[in-house]
């Protein structure tokens, strides 16, 4: 019996109907889906600057893909330093519920990112900064809940016109931390402290709040100050307090997290200009109401923009391994989110030249191309598919586990006309993964990656 052209199509079609699951196949990588470039043909990387993964321009968040900045969640825990009579820093219940409204407050202008003041005109991007605060209780401590109280005859006091390292008054001097720090290491200790109650009495004493901040702990002065003789006939003085303070304490942690002033040195940013640094408009002679600024890392009465540059120097010391920003904060990537999975769309061309983590899995679909240059950490459970057509190039990058876990591995799809392909190149590592790639090195011996994570 003769077939004709529609019964052989028809038939055709049954075939792939009935025998789909053979035709495109998923399974994870094998020797067979890598392509190995050997040394000496590797991609040129810039003729100056830091390298990529520590240059902090590439942890600025992507406009057009802001899940690949995912959110990052930095541990505090606050101390109340009062004198043993309890009359210098807020009680018990009023510093639980001032916590409560700090924390609010701090995390709304993080949420809130503002244009800058200056320059003049300026047109600097408002990007999200991608980061928050959360109180850290101390696990091992039943009913902990983060929030600490200490009487002291000295410690309790902050003299703002004395910083020798020695002094127990001084800004800087890390006696507090010593003495009451909870969870080193691994949380940044806020102390709440006041000025000298003498001083405070002085006619000639200018009182002024002031800070400090440290990668592991920082100091904020005069909060309660505020809420007894400023704010004492607001509606809510404690709200009134928080919304103050919260410009002091992004401001202070914004020293832990790696930024510098803007006003009166080179603090490594382009968008961050040289300023007169007036605190506001009051404050500025008539032909100067143009140099007020509202940066936070400025001494003024806004202190709630970030710039571009700022945020990616925070994202780098978050994201990056061997920094003490990285170690307070909630370990990222840990936890399986799969409606957190990562798509780089059909055709697209990605290159991440930061260290990453994320929560899901990362998806390339047809054609899509992704380079990694740094680590990428995914969590348990998590895998990378590289879909028919799609290029995943390691180049000098890492895809592992940051968290002491196993992840899953490459999965790439497989079909009649073509497949997903896997580029290795510039010692390129795939750790941690419950299915490992075994891969040839340079000199052309098999070798199963190695398990010790960079």
């Given amino acids: 019996m003769r077939l004709t052209f529609i019964d052989f199509v028809f038939a055709l079609f049954c075939l792939f109907a009935l025998n789909g699951c053979r035709i495109l196949q998923n399974g994870f990588a094998t020797r067979q889906d890598v392509v190995l470039i050997p040394a000496g043909k590797n991609t040129p990387k810039p003729a100056s600057g830091p390298p990529v993964c520590s240059d902090f321009r590439n942890y600025i968040p992507d406009t057009l893909h802001p899940e690949f900045t995912p959110m990052r969640y930095v541990r505090v825990n606050f101390h109340f330093v009062n004198s043993p009579d309890s009359t210098q820093n807020f009680s018990r219940p009023d510093a639980v519920r001032f916590t409560e409204e700090l924390l609010k407050c701090v995390n709304y202008n993080l949420a809130n990112n503002q244009r800058m003041f200056l320059p003049p005109g300026n047109q600097t991007p408002v ?31 902050c003299n703002k016109k004395d910083n020798t390292q020695r002094s127990p008054f001084s800004l800087f001097y890390n006696g507090q931390f010593d003495r009451y720090g909870v969870r080193k290491g691994e949380v940044i200790n806020v102390f709440f ?7 405070l009495g002085s006619a000639t004493y200018k009182f002024t709040t002031n800070g400090v901040g440290k990668p592991d702990w920082a100091k904020i002065i005069g909060a309660f100050y505020h809420y007894q003789h400023r704010f004492n006939n607001q509606a809510d003085p404690l709200q009134a307090t928080a919304v103050f303070i919260a410009g002091l304490f992004n401001h202070e942690l914004g020293h832990s997290l790696g930024l510098a002033h803007t006003w009166n040195l080179n603090d490594g940013c382009d968008d961050t200009p040289l300023h007169p640094n007036y605190w506001n408009y009051p404050d500025a002679p008539a032909d100067k109401q143009d140099q007020i600024s509202n940066n936070v890392m400025d001494y003024n009465a806004y202190e709630n923009a970030w710039t571009p540059c700022q945020i990616g120097k925070v994202q780098m010391n978050l ?7 990285r170690r307070m904060q909630q370990p990222p990537g840990c936890n399986y989110r799969p409606e957190e999975t990562i798509h780089i769309a059909a055709g697209d061309s990605v290159s991440w030249l930061g260290a990453k983590d994320f929560n899901g899995d990362i998806v390339l679909h047809r054609r899509a191309k992704l380079r990694i240059c740094c680590r990428v950490s ?6 990378v598919v590289v879909k028919k057509g799609a290029i ?16 899953e591995g490459i999965e790439v799809v497989r079909g009649l006309f073509g497949k997903g392909k896997i580029i290795l190149q510039n010692n390129a590592q795939v750790l941690n993964a419950i299915h490992p790639i075994w891969q040839i090195t340079d000199s052309g011996k098999k070798v199963k990656q190695r398990k010790k994570q960079r």
């Fill in 193 to 199: 402290m006041e000025h000298p109650p003498d001083s």
């Fill in 319 to 325: 994201a990056s391994s061997n920094t003490l920003q």
């Fill in 392 to 407: 995943l190039h390691l180049d000098g990058g890492t895809l592992t586990n940051s968290c002491g876990q196993k992840w």
């Fill in 127 to 157: 990007l999200p900064t991608q980061y928050r605060y959360v109180l850290q209780p101390d696990t091992a401590i039943a009913a902990d809940n983060g929030i600490y109280f200490h009487y002291a005859d000295t410690l309790f006091i």
């Fill in 378 to 383: 995914l969590p348990q459970q998590a895998r």
